[in-house]
């Protein structure tokens, strides 16, 4: 088992920027390749972002390429997300997921999920 812990989510203007931060316990964490989802009310599950489990590779999705980075750090267990110039359609809850294998945008590739936190843009 690996337990997730998603924090950093708020509310911030648009152009405003937030980090994100997800501890994970149990399981060796290193061993897993960790990603970020995103879920807005009435809207499916679309993946975020991932980072294998050295951290050498990284995926993102189209929509906030160059605006969010994904991050680790195997010695804390952690895992961060970045975000820069937030857009109000960046509004979702943010969930962070565990999986063995580098399959970034595959969400059953993640055995393990978090609770989420919010995070809300204003325009």
């Known amino acids: 088992q690996v337990q997730l812990e998603e924090s950093g989510g708020g509310l911030v203007q648009a152009g405003g920027s937030l980090r994100l931060s997800c501890a994970a316990s149990?399981?060796?964490?290193?061993?897993?390749?960790m990603g970020w989802f995103r879920q807005a009310p009435g809207k499916e599950r679309e993946f975020v972002a991932a980072?294998?489990?050295?951290?050498?590779?990284?995926s993102y999705a189209d929509s906030v390429k160059g605006r969010f980075t994904i991050s680790r750090d195997n010695a804390k267990n952690m895992v961060y997300l970045q975000m820069n110039s937030l857009k109000p359609e960046d509004t979702a809850g943010y969930y962070c997921a565990a999986g063995r294998g580098f399959v970034p945008s595959v969400d059953w590739a993640y055995a393990y999920w978090g609770q989420g936190t919010q995070v809300t843009v204003s325009s």
């Open positions: 980072i294998s489990v050295g951290g050498g590779s990284t």
């Open positions: 149990g399981r060796t964490f290193s061993d897993y390749a």
